[in-house]
């Protein structure tokens, strides 16, 4: 297969003397606190909650105090499954330029506890959640058991083309179902066609994800012993795989406006843009993509993001009853 042309190798890491002996901030590195900002993922199933309530949804102190404490539970569940790819990841992670020198691969983390920690948060995490509802404890159980799919052999689903992808972004609706039950009473479930649409979505931005590694690291064989799925992948599967995956979004995306709130058609195009920038940020030598933590640095994402954030948080409690007129079905509706 040829390789993109516009894209080098990256240049070795430089060589550094790392104790190989575990200390307190490798043990705190490997929980990615910084990461806990994807727990903003969270916020668009409280959002559509609260527009659905309508009149009915109250900004209160007791919402603001369920909203704090479900972010630190998901960000403590999250921190458990950092931990556990973190370890399983070791391998591989020797065999890449920049991620051999994470603290596991450097011997700045011992393993036994290590582990006790992927315990440890599971259980904080759980705890807090449980301080919610119990369908929000639930959820987080099932985005630590994610986890484990994802990570542990025999299954370790991030090792089979496809497989990985799915697996990794079902985290988004799982994510969207939290912020739900932070509002809504047990007994309520958010809509189907929204949780495939976040899904499909979270599909979007992981493929991108490899797509954006297999070019950085132009070579298939390196790439596999990295990442085994890239044993498969080539740049066109992966277009192939992103353009399906961004197509079935708006589909359900589609769907959910068309049942729930007509309004949100207004934000198509911006939720377009969001998605083109991002594509585009794949094709950047060592892309911001790869590592999402530093999107914030990216300015035209932002001001798109932002946007568009604005926007579908507006239609969602903003009437504009001159675009249901404007939309109204024209052709004969059979009504048998």
């Given at each position: 297969m040829q390789?993109?042309t516009?894209?080098?190798?990256p240049?070795?890491?430089?060589?550094?003397?790392?104790?190989?002996?575990?200390?307190?901030?490798?043990?705190l590195?490997?929980?990615?606190?910084d990461h806990w900002?994807k727990?903003?993922f969270?916020?668009?199933?409280?959002?559509?909650?609260?527009?659905?309530?309508?009149r009915h949804?109250?900004w209160?102190g007791?919402?603001?105090w369920?909203?704090?404490?479900?972010?630190?539970?998901?960000?403590?569940?999250?921190?458990?499954?950092?931990?556990?790819?973190?370890?399983?990841?070791?391998p591989?992670?020797?065999?890449?330029?920049?991620?051999?020198?994470?603290?596991?691969?450097?011997?700045?983390?011992s393993?036994?506890?290590?582990y006790?920690q992927?315990?440890l948060?599971?259980?904080?995490?759980?705890?807090?959640?449980?301080?919610?509802?119990?369908?929000?404890?639930?959820?987080?159980a099932?985005?630590?058991?994610?986890g484990?799919?994802?990570?542990?052999?025999?299954?370790?689903?991030?090792?089979?083309?496809?497989?990985?992808?799915?697996?990794?972004?079902?985290?988004?609706p799982?994510?969207m179902?939290?912020?739900w039950?932070i509002?809504?009473?047990?007994?309520e479930v958010a809509p189907?066609?929204?949780?495939?649409?976040?899904?499909?979505?979270?599909c979007?931005?992981?493929?991108?994800?490899?797509?954006?590694?297999?070019?950085?690291i132009?070579?298939?064989?390196?790439?596999?012993?990295?990442?085994?799925s890239?044993?498969?992948?080539?740049?066109?599967?992966?277009?192939?795989?992103?353009?399906?995956?961004?197509s079935?979004?708006?589909?359900?995306f589609?769907?959910?406006i068309?049942?729930?709130?007509l309004?949100?058609?207004?934000?198509?195009?911006?939720?377009?843009?969001?998605?083109?920038?991002?594509?585009?940020?794949?094709?950047?030598?060592?892309?911001?993509?790869?590592?999402?933590?530093n999107?914030?640095?990216?300015?035209m994402?932002?001001?798109?993001?932002?946007?568009?954030?604005?926007?579908?948080?507006a239609?969602?409690?903003?009437?504009v009853p001159a675009l249901?007129k404007l939309l109204?079905?024209?052709?004969?509706?059979?009504?048998?």
């Amino acid at each position: 297969m040829q390789q993109s042309t516009s894209l080098s190798p990256p240049s070795p890491a430089p060589s550094v003397s790392l104790p190989a002996v575990p200390t307190l901030r490798g043990h705190l590195q490997i929980a990615r606190f910084d990461h806990w900002v994807k727990n903003v993922f969270i916020l668009p199933g409280l959002l559509v909650a609260q527009g659905m309530a309508g009149r009915h949804a109250h900004w209160n102190g007791r919402l603001f105090w369920r909203l704090g404490v479900g972010l630190v539970a998901t960000g403590l569940i999250a921190s458990s499954n950092y931990i556990l790819n973190e370890i399983m990841d070791c391998p591989f992670d020797r065999e890449h330029l920049v991620k051999r020198l994470r603290p596991v691969p450097a011997g700045q983390v011992s393993l036994p506890i290590a582990y006790a920690q992927w315990i440890l948060f599971m259980l904080a995490g759980l705890a807090l959640a449980l301080r919610i509802n119990v369908p929000f404890a639930i959820v987080l159980a099932a985005l630590w058991g994610m986890g484990i799919i994802y990570n542990v052999p025999p299954i370790r689903s991030k090792d089979v083309p496809y497989v990985d992808v799915l697996s990794e972004a079902i985290n988004n609706p799982l994510r969207m179902l939290a912020g739900w039950y932070i509002v809504n009473p047990p007994h309520e479930v958010a809509p189907a066609s929204l949780l495939m649409s976040y899904w499909m979505v979270g599909c979007y931005f992981m493929a991108v994800k490899r797509f954006a590694e297999y070019r950085q690291i132009a070579d298939p064989v390196r790439a596999a012993r990295y990442r085994r799925s890239f044993a498969y992948y080539s740049e066109p599967r992966l277009l192939v795989a992103i353009m399906f995956y961004a197509s079935a979004a708006m589909l359900f995306f589609g769907a959910f406006i068309m049942r729930y709130r007509l309004e949100m058609v207004i934000a198509f195009p911006l939720v377009a843009l969001v998605m083109a920038v991002y594509l585009r940020l794949a094709f950047k030598p060592n892309s911001a993509v790869q590592a999402p933590e530093n999107l914030y640095k990216e300015p035209m994402l932002m001001i798109s993001v932002v946007a568009c954030a604005i926007l579908m948080a507006a239609m969602l409690v903003v009437d504009v009853p001159a675009l249901h007129k404007l939309l109204v079905p024209t052709a004969p509706i059979s009504t048998e």
